[in-house]
């Protein structure tokens, strides 16, 4: 029996619910992927609209960042493809998905202020990742676990060295600490 086009959409969205709601790695990994486009053009927004005394240096760093966040998405996108995942190909996908927030207001902020946001979105994104490495690992799906720690690692060092315009260490104010460490 041959599917209609229509047929097979329906099929895959009522797939991507489920996977969805009893997360997979694929799904998981969707989420990364519409966070990655989300940041996409964040990270522009920043990089036109920056202002001030380190608008040239902050600016320059934003296309680097432009540039290996259109790598991921390629790469990540290729890489659901090749563990016979559907990859998020809409806006309204990308848009469902993310997890990023926007807001056309930040151009007005201070330098400051965009950096900051942006070591919030990556530290958002490094839920999703580390959500979807054990996912991937409990899935036998090694090649996406090595992909996405890898971006962990990247991700981490994109952290460490906003926080540092910040004057902040890597993980200062991103993430809580847990006081209650001491063994008594």
Known sequence: MNMTIEDQYQAELKQADIDHHKPTAGAMTGHILANLWYLDVKLHQIAWYVKGDSAFAVAAYYQDLIAENRKQIDELGE???DENQIAPSTVAEFTQYTKIPETGALKYHTASDMVDAT?????????????AIKLAERENRPAMANFLTNMRGYNNQ?????????GKTAWEGLVEEDDDDDDD
């Open 119 to 131: 070591a919030h979105d990556y530290t958002t994104a490094n839920m999703f990742i580390d959500r």
């Open 158 to 166: 994109v952290i460490r060295k906003l926080q540092s315009f910040l």
């Open 79 to 81: 890489l659901l493809l």
